[in-house]
């Protein structure tokens, strides 16, 4: 849930739902305004999902950020949530003085309801969001621990490289010769491998530079500053459009560019290889 991409497509979800939500739920609530029946309840519906999405946006980006350098517990997870509907309530609550919607409501009345309304709106999507995150979760520990135990037992008598995350927790076991290369995303990397001749991957909580320590030795090194490449799986290389580049094996197929500072280290590699 700490994914860039995840948590600016929850942004987009909340979004959609909130507006078919409202559509649904305004004519049974005295404290909404939002419409489309006048020039100025359409601009100010339009103006204030503009500021809530680019808070929600501007949130997300800041919770990425914080990501990649703390450790991002349950609690500190939903209090930062939490904080994002303290501040659309309050954007919530100014549009509808400023604006002077008409609302039947006196102010302190609006303090009370305007939180609650916010709180519905924004609790039904969060949560679909919180159990898809869970259910994705389980499915991939589930699918790890099948690939895991089944490479230990078929692989006991070969060398298994253990990866483990940021917080050293033994997260999965692959051989060598399995893996078809690595990306890195700020904290995280996603390590591609094959599974059954299927091109599979898994995001893991750890930096690049532990990876190539837990790598040190094997055939998979750097290849440029956020990829790493298994050189036993390279069946094409050479020079493209200028820059050196190496192509990998079925079922992956990917090419890579290797850049000038990594380009040695490979081609070392893959002279060792022959």
Not at 35 to 42: I, L, P, Q, T, V
Not at 86 to 101: G, S
Not at 173 to 202: A, R, T, W
Not at 256 to 268: C, E, N, Q, S
Request: with cysteine; hydrophobic share 40%.
């Amino acid at each position: 849930m700490l994914q860039k991409r995840f948590l600016l497509c929850t942004v987009l979800f909340v979004s959609l739902f909130s507006m078919l939500f409202m559509v649904i739920y305004q004519p049974f609530s005295a404290t909404t305004w939002f419409g489309f029946g006048s020039m100025k309840k359409a601009g100010v519906t339009a103006l204030f999902y503009l500021v809530a999405v680019l808070s929600l946006v501007v949130s997300k980006l800041l919770l990425v950020k914080y990501g990649n350098d703390h450790i991002v517990s349950t609690r500190r997870f939903l209090l930062w949530h939490l904080a994002e509907f303290f501040v659309i309530a309050t954007e919530y609550y100014f549009f509808t003085v400023y604006f002077k919607l008409g609302l039947s409501h006196e102010l302190p009345q609006l303090l009370i309801r305007i939180p609650s309304c916010v709180a519905l709106i924004l609790a039904i999507p969060y949560s679909m969001v919180w159990f898809y995150a869970q259910y994705k979760a389980k499915k991939e520990e589930l699918e790890l621990f099948k690939v895991t135990h089944k490479r230990e037992t078929m692989e006991s008598g070969r060398h298994l490289i253990r990866f483990s995350d940021s917080q050293g927790k033994h997260k999965m076991s692959l051989s060598e010769d399995s893996i078809y290369y690595i990306e890195s995303q700020d904290n995280y990397v996603q390590i591609f491998y094959d599974l059954e001749g299927k091109l599979s991957s898994y995001l893991l909580r750890c930096s690049t530079q532990r990876i190539e320590e837990d790598l040190e030795g094997t055939s998979v090194v750097r290849c440029r500053r956020s990829f790493l490449v298994n050189t036993t799986k390279i069946v094409r290389y050479g020079k493209e459009h200028g820059h050196f580049t190496v192509t990998l094996d079925q079922p992956s197929g990917k090419t890579i560019t290797v850049t000038p500072a990594y380009y040695r280290t490979v081609l070392t590699k893959l002279d060792k290889r022959s």
